[in-house]
């Protein structure tokens, strides 16, 4: 704080050319910051609805698929082994779709990071 009082007082050509350097590099920083944030909002966005034309598009293909099984299903047995088949595919639905959604949290985390640090996100 010394220092720039010090510099402030001397007036001299040479402090003020600093000064400048320093705002026009935090200036940099904030639109570099801005514009990350932005970047990372709207890859959110696409990725959002992609997930959930995804998620519907998946929900569809098992309804579908109940359907057409419950249809086909002649005896309390038939219902039985259809309700268990299709209980394990919706598990397995869940499982992939937890890991997807794990893989992206991991990326968005290292692209923030990365942004917030300041390093480049390409």
Do not use: W, Y
Not at 41 to 59: C, P, S, Y
Not at 88 to 105: I, K, N, P, S, V
């Amino acid at each position: 704080m010394a220092a720039l009082s010090e510099r402030i007082a001397s007036g001299s050509p040479r402090s003020t050319v600093n000064g400048e350097v320093e705002a026009s590099e935090l200036n940099q920083s904030a639109l570099e910051f801005t514009l990350g944030a932005q970047r990372i909002m709207l890859e959110e966005l696409v990725f959002l609805g992609d997930e959930i034309l995804e998620r519907t598009r998946t929900e569809m293909q098992l309804f579908t698929e109940f359907v057409t099984k419950m249809a086909g299903a002649h005896s309390v047995k038939d219902v039985r082994a259809l309700c268990q088949e299709c209980g394990q595919h919706q598990l397995d639905f869940l499982r992939r779709d937890t890991e997807r959604l794990f893989r992206h949290g991991e990326r968005m985390i290292a692209t923030s990071s990365k942004l917030i640090s300041g390093r480049s996100l390409n």
